[in-house]
Structure formats: C-alpha cells, structure tokens
C-alpha cells in the first residue's frame, strides 16, 4: 500500500523559501502521480502542483510562479518549493498520491506537516 | 476554474440516521472526475469515493455517490459514530476542492 512522510522545517520567515521533501516507502514511486496539498488552519484543501514519476509537472496557476516540484526516483522522494512566502502560506502540508498511474483523484496521503510563516 | 459548492455547511444527525451531502460545481464535470474525501480532525483526509459512484477500497458499502454534470451527491445509509467527520468533494482538471460539510452528531 505504501507510507508517505513530510519532512522540512516547521518555521519559515517572511520572503523566504518554504522547502519539503516526501519520502515514499513500502512501495514504488514509479507510475503514479505526486502532489503536493496544503490545508490553511481550520480551512480547506488547496491542490499546489504534481509531479509524474517521469518528470512531468503541472501546477496550481494560482501559484505557479512560486512553485518548483522535482522527484528524485534514485531516493524515492520528491519535493515542494515555495518561493516568497507570507503569513497566507501557513498551513499543513501534505504530500498525496494519485491513483496508479491515474491523476484524478488522491489515494494515499502524508500525515501532514506544519508549516508556519513567522518573523 | 470550475468552483465546487457544498451545502449544507454544517448537518447534524444521530446515529442510525440517513446523511445525504451536496456538491454543486460552476460548470459542468465529467462524472469520472468526481471525488468525495472525509477528514477526521488531526488527520489527513481519506479517499472515499472516484468517478462520482466507485467506493474506494475498504470503504464500507453504506458510502455512496451519485451524480452528473453539477450536481453530485454523497450518501451514507445509516450513519455510524465514526462517520462525523468534515467531507470534502473535489474534481480534477485542475483539481479544487469544496469548502466542505461538517457533519456532527446532534
């Protein structure tokens, strides 16, 4: 079935750059799609981008001109960078699979981790 | 971008009770790209159901979806105390997410 885990600092300070890195055990990163969804406090879920295990990407327009997602498939990890960040950015962060080789829809995901931004 | 609104926001139920939860999209969706998560608080949301009707594997069978073109709905027949949860729908293409229904034992 397989695990995901978030790691990455838990404070970041204003204009920074947020980075996260997801490590996926039990299973192959092959053949599915990788995204990244955060969760503001007491809000709902915004999609941030994916990542197909062959490289290809696509993100949130929203926040696209901010966003670079990349795989490592040597590592079985792939990873989040937001660029320029503010208080808006506060949020849980998870890490989801799309179905086998199916992007529609999320079938696995990450415990979550905090990210706060603060000076 | 297609907006998914979920009502009611907040239905309270007893146990043994029907929940029936509405997504309506901005736009029309293609059924196959319709999802339904729950989230309990503390976790990460869970895949209950894809393609507006397919549960997701070992979901019970009281979770159904149903559905077309904007409006799409999420049933559970008889509700169980670990149901009460928030639930989301989302749909891909690019994906967003309802606000979602909190649903809270009355």
């Known amino acids: 079935q397989g695990q995901l885990q978030e790691s990455g600092p838990g404070l970041v300070k204003p204009s920074e750059t947020l980075s996260l890195t997801c490590t996926v055990s039990?299973?192959?990163?092959?053949?599915?799609?990788w995204s990244w969804i955060r969760q503001p406090p007491g809000k709902g879920l915004e999609w941030i981008a994916y990542?197909?295990?062959?490289?290809?990407?696509n993100y949130n327009p929203s926040l696209k001109s901010r966003v670079t997602i990349s795989i490592d498939t040597s590592k079985n990890q792939f990873s989040l960078k937001l660029s320029s960040v503010t208080a808006a950015d506060t949020a849980v962060y998870y890490c989801?699979?799309?179905?086998?080789?199916?992007?529609?829809?999320?079938?696995?995901w990450g415990r979550g981790t905090l990210v706060t931004v603060s000076s | 971008e297609i907006v998914l609104t979920q009502s009611p926001g907040t239905l309270s139920l007893s146990p043994g009770e029907r929940a029936t939860l509405s997504c309506r999209a901005s736009q029309s969706v293609s059924s196959n790209y319709l999802a339904w998560y729950q989230q309990k608080p503390g976790q990460a949301p869970r895949l209950l159901i894809y393609?507006?009707?397919s549960r997701a594997t070992g979901i019970p069978d009281r979770f159904s979806g149903s559905g077309s073109g904007t409006d799409f709905t999420l049933t559970i027949s008889r509700l169980e105390p670990e149901d009460f949860a928030v639930y989301y729908c989302?749909?891909?293409?690019?994906?967003?997410f309802g606000q979602g229904t909190k649903l809270e034992i009355k």
């Open positions: 393609g507006a009707s």
């Open positions: 989801v699979r799309g179905e086998y080789d199916d992007p529609r829809h999320f079938d696995l």
């Open positions: 039990g299973g192959s990163i092959s053949s599915y799609y």
């Open positions: 989302q749909q891909y293409g690019p994906y967003t």
């Open positions: 990542i197909y295990y062959s490289g290809s990407t």
